[in-house]
């Protein structure tokens, strides 16, 4: 193999002699490698067919805060840490046959939270920015107003088909992404009942752990969050300082595994592994107090990594027959949903680690499935004012500098933010790549703000599977919601016109039509 075919430049324009490296594939530099690929990806194209049956499982994939600069960053991250230049690297949602773009606004907001956005593609309405699970005639923090006004997610329609269903994310389960695919909230952060307000408690608002135990029967639920579980008095098993947070005295889990058989509640790694997915039909797992920590600084040994947490999900749900519905967020907090805190604090590695992570936790998940009886789709509630730019030669490190000097005569990262906790107050100092790689390392900004914000262009929806084809153009968010709901023929869809299930196909029907057709065959002969 060529690889690191190395060639170095010298800069024949500039006055200072600049040397960069480059390195690529030696093959590049002939017409004939681009012709071939792109003959290739033609034929590929040319044979991509519709499928036209029914989607037995349903799996969403939400990358919290992935925009398309995001995507793009944690592709070529995952080639340099295979040791690659990185652009030509493919992640697995790169190979997806069908893709749209998302319009990701609130019916409030310009710029959306994940609060109002999940509610539009879990559910297919779009709400109010911080609101979940109600349509955007409930204004954010008016509990009085939730009452008539509660949308219905997908989760919650594919339990009543029959189906499994189960939520997995890096953050707290009570996180607004996962919440929206069983709470009704008219404000995202009542996450326990001590963070209600009074006007919530006086109407008869249930915060969202009490309604993740309450609303929907949901089979697996994994991710971080335990603090809202349990009372005050109880003692966090792994921080002896933390203590739960409901001052109500309830035992959420307690109450969770109340009349279900074959259920379980685990905290920590080894009694995760120890969970045999064969003989447990409901599993509760909450890592952490609040969320799981990032992928970056995972202690292995007692949190599993959103791939494994995945992986067991897909077993306990796939022994149904009717199929199954499964939630996948990485939110970059716990083990996938943490792409969005890593960006929020202005650390680009963090949120690309974590990226990088998501997308092979959704190879994994292709393993574990077939692509002829599960819709998967991957998208991303909203993009960050993450940007991923300046002269940088091939296979620069996705947290290096630009080979050329700011106007300052000082390096600058290729990564940066438009805001956020980066801000440089004063002379903008200088950095290189030992400083910009460090872990902790947060990119400049122009602007100061403690939490850097969300970005307001479209995200990319990725999909593959039956009815994937149904993902085309530019789409309102809560697109995906009627898509995913479509293609599995749930409510309101349940009259849908759609072939029977691949897995279906070997059953009786089938096999009377085979013996009919070789009759024909033979007859004809
Ligand atoms: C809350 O919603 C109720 C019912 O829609 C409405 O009557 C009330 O004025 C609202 N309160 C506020 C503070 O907006
Ligand atoms: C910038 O630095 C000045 C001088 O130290 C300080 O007064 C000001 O508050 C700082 N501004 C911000 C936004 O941090
Ligand atoms: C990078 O910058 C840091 C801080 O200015 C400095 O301590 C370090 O020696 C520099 N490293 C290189 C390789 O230039
Ligand atoms: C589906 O079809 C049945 C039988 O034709 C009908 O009774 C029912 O109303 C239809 N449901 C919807 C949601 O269209
Ligand atoms: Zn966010």
Request: glycine content about 8%; charged content about 20%; aromatic content about 10%.
């Amino acid at each position: 193999m060529a690889w690191k075919h190395k060639i170095i430049f010298t800069g024949l324009l500039s006055l200072i002699s600049v040397q960069w490296t480059l390195s690529f594939s030696e093959e590049e530099l002939d017409a004939s490698y681009w012709n071939n690929k792109g003959n290739q990806a033609l034929y590929n194209a040319l044979n991509v067919q519709s499928n036209l049956h029914l989607a037995k499982n349903l799996i969403l994939f939400l990358g919290d805060g992935m925009g398309v600069p995001t995507v793009t960053a944690a592709r070529i991250l995952k080639g340099q840490l295979a040791g690659k230049s990185g652009e030509e690297t493919s992640l697995v949602m790169d190979t997806f046959p069908h893709l749209a773009l998302s319009k990701t606004y609130n019916v409030d907001q310009q710029m959306p939270d994940s609060a109002g956005t999940a509610t539009a593609y879990l559910c297919g309405v779009k709400a109010n920015y911080g609101t979940l699970g109600v349509s955007a005639s409930t204004p954010r923090n008016n509990c009085s107003a939730t009452f008539g006004h509660e949308v219905e997610s997908v989760l919650h329609r594919a339990k009543r088909a029959g189906k499994s269903v189960g939520i997995v994310t890096t953050t707290r389960v009570q996180h607004a992404s996962p919440a929206a695919n069983y709470a009704h909230s008219a404000n995202r952060g009542w996450y326990g009942d001590s963070d209600l307000s009074d006007e919530a408690v006086q109407n008869g608002c249930r915060d969202i752990a009490y309604q993740l135990v309450h609303n929907t029967e949901i089979n697996v639920i994994l991710g971080g969050g335990r603090q809202y579980m349990f009372p005050t008095t109880v003692q966090d098993p792994e921080y002896p300082t933390y203590k739960g947070s409901r001052n109500d005295g309830q035992d959420l889990v307690k109450e969770w595994l109340k009349n279900k058989e074959d259920a379980k509640y685990v905290w920590n790694k080894a009694d995760f592994d120890a969970v045999n997915p064969s003989k447990t039909n409901f599993l509760m797992g909450l890592f952490e107090p609040k969320d799981c920590r990032y992928e970056l600084d995972r202690d292995a040994s007692m949190d599993p990594s959103l791939t494994e947490m995945m992986e067991k999900a897909i077993k306990i749900l796939n022994k149904n027959d009717k199929g199954f519905y499964l939630f996948v967020e990485d939110k970059s907090d716990c083990f996938l949903g943490r792409i969005d805190h890593g960006h929020h604090a202005g650390q680009a590695k963090k949120a690309l680690y974590e990226t990088v992570e998501f997308d092979r936790a959704i190879g994994r998940a292709a393993e574990l499935t077939s692509e002829l009886d599960t819709m998967t789709v991957v998208t991303a509630d909203h993009s960050h004012v993450f940007a991923f730019g300046g002269y940088s030669a091939r296979g620069n490190s996705v947290f290096g500098v630009s080979r050329e000097l700011a106007d300052d005569n000082k390096k600058f990262t290729t990564a940066v933010y438009g805001n956020g906790p980066g801000y440089v107050n004063g002379t903008r100092p200088d950095v290189n790549d030992s400083v910009s790689s460090d872990n902790e390392y947060r990119q400049q900004a122009p602007v100061p703000l403690g939490s850097e914000t969300h970005g307001i262009e479209d995200v990319a929806i990725f999909a593959k599977g039956p009815m994937s084809h149904l993902f085309h153009g530019v789409q309102e968010q809560s697109y995906i919601a009627h898509a995913m709901a479509y293609a599995a023929c749930v409510e309101p869809y349940v009259n849908c016109t759609l072939l029977p299930n691949y897995a279906g196909l070997i059953h009786p029907s089938l096999l009377l039509h085979l013996i009919g057709l070789l009759f024909l065959s033979l007859c004809s002969v």
